[in-house]
């Protein structure tokens, strides 16, 4: 499973919040040579934000940068929530810095 489309969400915030975060997020996963592509979508279509959700596109090798960058990102953000989605379903969500890497790894791996 390590080629995939993904979706990441943000939970229990105020949609500025999940705005900022997003941002944060795409910004830490959004490197050159990660092998992964990050897009931001719109919850609803009518909103005039630049989008809560992140859409991430896994290249061959982009499992250690996701998790990296996640673990990274959570730790700067203590008490964000966030839900890993493929296909409409939850593959991870409540994730802290200290198991980030662990379970995202192995969640993706399969």
């Given amino acids: ?12 915030c105020t949609p500025d919040e999940a705005t900022d975060y997003a941002a944060d997020l795409q910004a830490e996963l959004d490197k ?3 092998g992964i592509s990050v897009t931001r979508a719109r919850d609803l279509k009518e909103a005039q934000d630049f989008g809560a959700t992140l859409v991430l596109v896994l ?16 730790a700067r953000n203590s008490g964000a929530r966030v839900v890993i ?3 409409g379903k939850v593959i991870a ?18």
Avoid: C, H, Y
């Fill in 1 to 12: 499973m390590a080629d995939g489309t993904f979706e990441i969400r943000f939970r229990d």
């Fill in 85 to 87: 989605t493929k296909d």
């Fill in 59 to 74: 290249g061959t090798g982009a499992i250690t940068a996701l998790a990296k960058g996640l673990a990274t990102w959570i």
């Fill in 32 to 34: 050159p040579n990660a």
């Fill in 93 to 110: 969500e409540n994730l802290n810095s200290e198991d980030a890497a662990r379970v995202v790894q192995s969640t993706f791996k399969g």
